[in-house]
Antibody, heavy 119, light 110 residues
Framework: EVHLVESGGGLVQPGGSLRLSCAASGFTFSDYSMSWVRQAPGKGLFWLAKITQDGIHKFYVDAVWGRFTISRDNARSSLYLQMDSLRAEDTAMYYC????????????WGQGTLVTVSS | QSVLTQPPSVSAAPGQKVTIPCSGTRSNIGNNYMSWYQQVPGTAPKLLISDNDKRPSGIPDRFSGSKSGTSATLDITGLQTGDEADYYCGTWDTSLRVYVFGTGTQVTVL
């Protein structure tokens, strides 16, 4: 059975940092590009970043460029999101998900971890 | 903020059909495969349609997707109360080099 389990969320003050983790199991993690997606309370889905299978290529939306860093450890089947200079508008549920580069890839999502940025 | 536009809500009676449009541009919908996601509030999104019109295993054929030019459509036929959820279109944007989701559509079964 496939599992994506996010952790590391919580309450942080504006300007602070958090590191989110996503532990994958039940599929060959190294075969998949991975993404982070967030959803602010009462709002829609917002894609943040993608990292390729080998960890070399990374893509970010402008809203988090230079503040967030996506990374992965294929040996540990884990995905990470380092979030620095956090702002109130970063408050959201953060999901990790597989990124389908081809029709053979499946779509998997974690249940999310909540990040609250507030003083 | 989203570059893909959807109506905020659609509704129909049980057994009826709803159509959810998604409008974009050549750099996103026009040149890339579309996906559609269903999200029941409080849960993670679930893929309904991939590659414009493909249903993953386990998705009923009541759900169908199509694409034409810079627009895409999700149809839900035989509407059921369990279909009440938010629906999002999504695709890669070649110019922005990011994945973009639609603004989301809430489906209500009357």
């Amino acid at each position: 059975e496939v599992h994506l389990v996010e952790s590391g969320g919580g309450l942080v003050q504006p300007g602070g940092s958090l590191r989110l983790s996503c532990a994958a199991s039940g599929f060959t993690f190294s075969d998949y590009s991975m993404s982070w997606v967030r959803q602010a309370p009462g709002k829609g889905l917002f894609w943040l970043a993608k990292i390729t299978q080998d960890g070399i290529h990374k893509f970010y939306v402008d809203a988090v460029w230079g503040r967030f860093t996506i990374s992965r450890d294929n040996a540990r089947s884990s995905l990470y999101l380092q979030m620095d200079s956090l702002r109130a508008e970063d408050t959201a549920m953060y999901y990790c998900a597989t990124y389908r580069d081809s029709p053979v890839h499946k779509d998997y999502w974690g249940q999310g971890t909540l990040v609250t940025v507030s003083s | 903020q989203s570059v893909l536009t959807q109506p905020p809500s659609v509704s129909a009676a049980p057994g009826q059909k709803v159509t959810i449009p998604c409008s974009g541009t050549r750099s996103n919908i026009g040149n890339n495969y579309m996906s559609w996601y269903q999200q029941v509030p409080g849960t993670a999104p679930k893929l309904l349609i991939s590659d414009n019109d493909k249903r993953p295993s386990g998705i009923p054929d009541r759900f169908s997707g199509s694409k034409s030019g810079t627009s895409a459509t999700l149809d839900i036929t035989g509407l059921q109360t369990g279909d009440e959820a938010d629906y999002y279109c999504g695709t890669w944007d070649t110019s922005l080099r990011v994945y973009v989701f639609g603004t989301g559509t809430q489906v209500t079964v009357l």
